[in-house]
């Protein structure tokens, strides 16, 4: 048996792309333009998934499924600054994975409850990070880290009063 190609109703395509009804019919309407042609079923529109992830890439766009990489590993988190980022980037990996503190500790072999002390870290609780436990935390969550140059920001330079250069 032939498994089932995915579709998608109109309110999910009209989401998909951020448009409303009448842009929706419009493009339809326009042959021009290529849009895929939607099944009708009891006056509601449904859409093949391929046929939309063909027409976008027809017209230049970037497919979600097009993962940006680093030496060909994906990219897991946005870039990272400061501490306070690092650690919501490492919650939202640890929530991506499907894990809770406790199945991290077990995981990354640290002691109990310390994925959440880390995670925590500006509470009275809390605990920051130290040499041991961050390759611990990194294992854990099947991550590392790549270090890349960012665009510098043109320093502001600094003028001397006449009376301080004096």
């Not at 009891?42 to 093949?48: A, C, S």
Request: glycine share 8%.
């Amino acid at each position: 048996m032939k498994a089932m190609e995915p579709y998608l109703g109109s309110g999910e395509v009209m989401e998909r792309y951020r448009i409303s009804t009448r842009t929706l019919h419009r493009w339809m309407k326009n042959q021009a333009l290529g849009f895929p042609k939607p099944f009708r079923i009891n006056r509601r529109f449904y859409f093949k998934v391929a046929d939309l992830d063909r027409w976008e890439a027809s017209r230049g766009a970037v497919s979600e499924k097009q993962v940006e990489t680093v030496k060909g590993l994906p990219i897991v988190s946005d870039v990272i600054q400061d501490y306070a980022g690092f650690v919501k980037a490492m919650v939202a990996r640890r929530r991506e994975l499907g894990l809770s503190c406790m199945e991290l500790d077990l995981r990354a072999g640290m002691q109990e409850s310390y994925a959440n002390k880390l995670e925590n870290w500006p509470k009275a609780y809390g605990r920051g990070i130290g040499p041991e436990i961050f390759p611990l935390w990194l294992g854990g969550l099947k991550v590392g880290i790549i270090l890349v140059d960012l665009p510098r920001r043109p320093r502001k330079r600094r003028t001397l009063d006449a009376s301080v250069a004096a």
